[in-house]
């Protein structure tokens, strides 16, 4: 059976300071432990250390992920991030391919599949994004959009572990909107990410990799969407910012 998945993701919020309050405070509502749930937070880059000084002190029960990486080693690439910096410092997992990512940044999906296999190469969990606009929802095109994403994102992976990676299914059009996809919408697609997953990696290693949902998901709807068969989860970002909801969602997988 697949153990489900609570990730926070910060996006562009918190000082250090604030960060480590943030750690600190979801450190002690969660100090009895999540049971089966894994529960990762990924703080801005600059927050990174500060999180894992946290999580280090206070045995915390959740793990460092960061928001992005670059696929080169070292080198002349001002502003970017090198996956070793990233285990040098404690982080275990790293989003690639969020839609503000693409959006904004300009993401291929050939960037996404270059950072899935550096990070891959250093031992850290990708959290491979997906989603598609209002426009292909509407057109009727979402499921077909994904798994095109999907295929693109992993092209040339090899996966021995399901716990080597995780997906997380968003719909741009329900990202920090407050409109959430509704859990038959996110079983929709995030059924048609396993069928893909399986094609690409057989059946066994898809029937354990975590699919997680992602977009306005809170603690008042994540129960719906953990009764989906193939929703192993939430990636989390408005409401992972503080600690009390956050820990809510986590205690919400728990059950
Ligand atoms: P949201 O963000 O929960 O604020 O909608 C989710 C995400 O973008 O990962």
Redesign the pocket.
């Known amino acids: 059976m697949r153990s489900r998945m609570i990730a926070g ?1 910060w ?1 562009m919020n918190k000082t250090y300071d604030e960060a480590v309050e943030l750690a600190t405070g979801l450190a002690d509502e969660l100090k009895d432990g999540t049971g089966s749930v894994d529960v990762v937070v990924c703080p801005p880059a600059v927050d990174l250390k500060g999180v894992a000084e946290v999580i280090e002190q206070k045995k915390a029960p959740f793990a460092l992920g960061a928001q992005d990486v670059y696929w080169e080693e070292s080198g002349a690439y001002t502003g970017e991030t090198a996956p070793n910096m990233l285990t040098n410092i404690g982080a275990k997992y790293c989003i690639i391919g ?3 990512r693409r959006g904004y940044f300009h993401e291929t999906d050939e960037d996404v599949n270059r950072k899935a296999k550096a990070l891959l190469a250093h031992n850290i969990i990708p959290i491979n ?1 997906c989603g598609e606009s209002l426009e292909v929802r509407e057109a009727g095109k979402h499921v077909s959009f994904v798994v095109e994403q999907i295929k693109k994102d992993t092209d040339g992976i090899e996966l021995k572990d399901p716990n080597q990676y995780v997906i ?1 299914y ?1 719909p741009i059009w ?4 407050g409109k959430t996809a509704t859990a038959d919408d996110a079983q929709e697609v995030c059924g048609a990410i396993r069928e893909t997953l399986a094609s690409l990696f057989g059946k066994d290693l898809a029937d354990t990799i975590r699919v997680l949902y ?4 809170k603690p008042d709807n994540i129960a719906g969407f953990l009764t989906e068969e193939d929703v192993d989860g939430a ?6 910012l503080k600690a009390d909801s956050f820990a809510a969602m986590v205690k919400a997988a728990m059950n």
């Open positions: 993701n996006k969020h839609s503000e994004c997380a968003e329900a990202i920090g909107t992602g977009g306005s998901a990636l989390v970002g408005g409401a992972s």
